[in-house]
């Protein structure tokens, strides 16, 4: 009895309630503005048939409840704790005959109680909305309880993540702030350890492990996703958890905390080395991160590691002494330069031997070969949201395969590329492995096409590659085809049409056979385009194939058929070209003067082509649309006078006689 | 009643309390006098069972006061900032008082709205400085503790307030024996209250005394003689302090009164005072000889 009464004080409620009350009433009138209010907005409007589609009660106003969600708790937890961060009055709380926990005990309840009870309160009245007013809504009674519910454990996880921030500052600023940092925290700590990680380990995939889950660690984005996606039951129990460590933790760190804390930035002089070194590390990681996205280059990254992880170890220190003369305190990042010099030698003389791990190449039961990680991510479910019609990122099993994927990638380990210079074409090289044993391995790389063309030609024109790779070559998937339809490029106008049945069977042997024998260099886009062909399917799908300048089955096809200079421009269609040097006027290139077309034919640095041949070399060599990679640039006019067209010729595909006359 | 058993408190570097024992009767009332910065303050607060002691035990009525509400229902802490609850008028802060200590006595507290001129259902905070400290005294004096510790009480009140107040507090430790801690920079303002006194210099509590038992035992002669001052007068006595003015010998004396008259007597002195002491100089001349200055605490 005696021990009841004690835990329970009446007059510490009632002056709470004079302290706090207006945030939980504050809290109602917000959620009912939030919810119950829209539903008689749209009770009102009913007869102008614009009712939206409200699947549940977080998508009548998500957004504007989650503000409530992160802003709420934070205040009330704030205002019921602000005792303990101003002397006088924890001195005079805390004089008072009453346990520390029990003050604890009082103050949470209430804050539990006035962030609960606005949101059962709003939910009974929507309730009861929802069957008086007979409105069209798609939710039913069972979502207004989900979402008193799910209102209710994210209400209360953000209000004790700030009760327990607040037992270790003695400042309500810092209990604010911290708060929010701290809640952005774990997802924030993954993305600039795994970033830093690449810069200082090569081949580090840091994007595998940068997948979506993600999201689901930041509970502001969670919140915001879960009209879409409801708490599993393992995520409500990971909050629930959650709820009781804060809670358990705050009363622990309550009881042993010095009255004497108020107004200090940390409550325990233990957190004060965590706190100072760990700012400092975070700060550092943001800095390499800045500087390795925005410059790639090393140098700059320590250079980021430097300035910031000195700002952030100052600014800290700052915090805790409540002084910005604190530069006398340069021997503490002494330490931490140190420490870090240390680590990040290992890491970058790699200790643990990561850049050179590869495993045996008999162990290798497939490898993964591609572009991006995603593929290789262990997917739960079965379900692909869409096809890729080009699969560049794929598992291959055959021996000779796994052979030059290993081969390509012994190359890289020995070479280490880095991300190097932008005028340089660059692709994204990731190789995996699937073990015998069941083990994943996976490494991603930046690499300079050119240079490393002859690993990825036998891999990429290998039949096995080649087959999952365009989606037309695959065994399962392709519905027979009912029509052929080509389009130019640029407009994407109709060129031709192909309905009748042996002439598409035909043609897309023809197609086929192009694909499969397609060489790495026009797989890696270094050839100009024709146009698009489009392939209806029996069940009404449509496939895409580029129209490639270098599928000669199919140009043969064409002029067989006579339908060449239909689906395309051809030389006999072109009455003469001019070639022109790409070169910038005044700064801006020369395609930026709309008239320059017409101002070409008196020049006299062009050079006039008339003979078919060359137009025709031209027309195969050319590619478009226009960028700064093009040394020149070519005009076709055609006989009938219509549009002349552009193009250009790259580096590599330059005509010799052109290149002779126009130096 | 209060036991302070080798406490000790740190502050980051600085050790503001340095290992105090103390030991502090029921029904007395005891007076703390020390320069700022001396660890008045940080004691109380842990006598108080506001701060925890690093070291060391305060026990009040046998039983540690820090998280022990059965002890701290009976012990009230006025603070020199004083706290009242924000926007609060006195009769709030009087029902709050009410929930929270069982011994509050109604009665009391209509009784004391004649010695305090207060409007009951005005905001504390509109009131100025020497009013919320009437109205602190107003609520301490209400919820009748039996251990009142005050820090600084007397500063912000006028002279007839001080007086009614002292008058208050003597009043309730003859009656209730309730036992009162006092601090204060001010020898004088606490002179006529205490009947103990301890002083803190730096942590340290230099000295500790009764003082009834401090005034009978120093006294302050004159004495001139016929011819000059007989060398040997002075072996015979435990001398403080002396100088000499003329044929004028001034000196304090510790010792029995009476023992000393005797002795003096012995010598045929020409003159011969015996003059009583006030604190202050007794202070001076106890802690003169170790050293310390002490003009800030006297004032």
């Known amino acids: 009895m005696l021990s009841k009464t004690l835990s329970f004080n009446r007059g510490i409620t009632v002056q709470n309630l004079r302290h706090v009350g207006w945030i939980g009433l504050v809290h109602l009138l917000v959620l009912l503005a939030a919810v119950p209010l829209q539903l008689i907005m749209l009770y009102t409007r009913r007869e102008q048939n614009d009712a939206p589609l409200w699947n549940n009660l977080f998508e009548i106003s998500g957004s504007f409840q989650a503000v409530v969600v992160f802003t709420f708790p934070v205040l009330l937890a704030i205002f019921l704790f602000r005792y303990m961060q101003v002397k006088s009055s924890a001195d005079f709380m805390h004089s008072l005959p009453i346990r520390r926990k029990a003050l604890f005990y009082q103050h949470t309840a209430l804050g539990a109680f006035l962030l609960v009870i606005p949101v059962v309160v709003t939910a009974l009245i929507t309730l009861i909305l929802y069957y008086t007013l007979g409105i069209d809504v798609l939710f039913s009674a069972t979502d207004i309880f989900q979402w008193a519910g799910e209102m209710c454990l994210m209400e209360l996880f953000v209000f004790f993540v700030a009760v327990w921030i607040g037992m270790m500052t003695g400042m309500s600023v810092l209990q604010g702030g911290l708060t929010y940092i701290l809640l952005l925290f774990p997802a924030g700590i993954s993305v600039l350890l795994l970033m830093n990680m690449t810069y200082l380990l090569t081949g580090f995939a840091a994007d595998y492990y940068l997948n979506r889950d993600l999201e689901h660690i930041i509970p502001f984005f969670r919140f915001m996703r879960l009209g879409a996606e409801p708490f599993a039951f393992i995520e409500t129990f990971v909050y629930l958890f959650l709820i009781i460590v804060c809670y358990v933790l705050s009363l622990w760190l309550y009881q042993k905390r010095h009255s004497e804390a108020a107004s200090q930035a940390l409550a325990f002089p233990v957190l004060r080395p965590v706190f100072k070194y760990g700012v400092a590390f975070c700060t550092m990681l943001v800095g390499g991160f800045y500087f390795g996205e925005t410059q790639q280059q090393f140098g700059w990254i320590i250079f980021g590691y430097m300035t910031f992880s000195i700002v952030g170890f100052f600014v800290a220190e700052m915090i805790i002494e409540k002084t910005w003369r604190v530069f006398d305190k340069w021997k503490g990042y002494l330490y931490f330069f140190v420490a870090m010099l240390i680590v990040g030698t290992l890491l970058h003389f790699d200790i643990t031997g990561y850049e050179k791990r590869i495993p045996e190449l008999g162990e290798i039961e497939q490898v993964y070969f591609g572009d991006s990680v995603y593929d290789f991510i262990d997917k739960k479910s079965e379900y692909v949201p869409y096809i890729q019609l080009e699969q560049v990122s794929q598992f291959l099993k055959e021996k000779e395969n796994i052979k030059n994927v290993y081969l390509f990638h012994q190359q890289l380990i020995e070479d280490q590329p880095m991300p190097s210079s932008r005028s340089t074409e660059t692709r994204y090289v990731v190789i995996g492995y699937i073990l015998k044993n069941g083990d994943r391995m996976i490494r991603s790389y930046e690499v300079p096409v050119e240079q490393y063309k002859s690993f990825y030609r036998p891999i990429m024109e290998s039949k096995e590659y080649k087959k999952n790779y365009y989606f037309l070559l695959r065994d399962k998937g392709v519905s027979p085809v009912r029509q052929v339809t080509m389009r130019k490029a640029d407009s994407g106008e109709e060129t031709v049409v192909l309905t009748e049945p042996k002439q598409v069977e035909s043609f897309l042997t023809a197609l086929k056979a192009d694909l499969q024998n397609e060489s790495v260099d026009s797989m890696l886009g270094n050839v100009g385009v024709w146009g698009d062909i489009e392939l209806l399917q029996s069940d009404g799908d449509i496939l895409h194939v580029t129209w490639k300048k270098s599928y000669m089955n199919v140009e043969q096809w064409l002029k067989q058929q006579r339908l060449l200079s239909k689906a395309r421009l051809t030389a006999e269609d072109v009455d003469y070209a001019i070639v022109v040097k790409n070169k910038n006027i005044e700064g801006k290139p020369l395609t930026a003067d709309p008239r320059f077309i017409q101002r070409l034919s008196a020049r006299t640095d062009v050079v006039r082509i008339t003979d078919k041949r060359k137009i025709d070399e031209c027309l195969r060599q050319s590619s478009s649309p226009l960028d700064e990679r093009h040394l020149y640039i070519i005009i076709f006019y055609r006989s009938d006078g219509s549009d002349p067209q552009l193009g250009g010729f790259d580096e590599k595909n330059v005509p010799s006689f052109i290149r002779e006359q126009l130096q | ?299």
């Open chain 2, 1 to 299: 009643m209060i036991e302070i058993i080798n406490i000790g408190k740190e502050f980051d570097d600085l050790e503001a309390i340095k290992g105090i024992n103390m030991h502090i009767q029921k029904g007395s009332i005891y007076g703390l006098l020390g320069s700022n910065g001396a660890g008045k303050t940080t004691l109380l607060k842990m006598i108080a069972g506001i701060y925890r002691p690093d070291r060391g035990t305060v026990k009040i009525s046998r039983e540690p006061v820090f998280e022990n509400p059965n002890i701290k229902k009976r012990v009230l802490f006025l603070p020199d900032a004083l706290y009242f609850f924000p926007h609060a008028t006195i009769r709030q802060m009087a029902d709050f008082y009410k929930s929270i200590y069982p011994s509050w006595s109604e009665e009391r507290f209509a009784r004391l709205q004649d010695v305090f001129p207060l409007d009951l259902h005005k905001k504390i905070h509109r009131m100025s400085k020497g009013m919320q400290r009437q109205a602190a005294f107003w609520l301490a004096f209400s919820v009748m503790p039996d251990v009142l510790i005050l820090d600084e009480p007397l500063d912000g009140l006028d002279a007839v307030m001080r007086q009614k107040v002292k008058n208050l507090l003597v009043q309730d430790v003859a009656e209730r024996e309730m036992t009162v801690v006092i601090s204060s920079h001010n020898l004088r303002e606490v002179e006529d209250l205490c009947d103990h006194i301890g002083i803190l210099h730096q942590g340290e509590l230099l000295i500790e005394k009764e003082l009834d038992d401090l005034k009978a035992d120093v006294h302050k002669i004159q004495v001139a003689f016929h011819g000059g001052i007989p060398a040997r007068i002075l072996n015979g006595l435990e001398i403080v302090y002396q100088e000499q003015r003329g044929s004028v010998l001034l000196c304090i004396v510790r010792g029995n009164k009476e023992q000393i008259i005797s002795y003096i007597n012995k010598f045929e002195p020409v003159i011969f005072d015996v003059l009583p002491l006030t604190l202050e100089e007794i202070f001076i001349y106890e802690m003169g000889d170790v050293g310390y200055a002490f003009e800030n605490i006297i004032v």
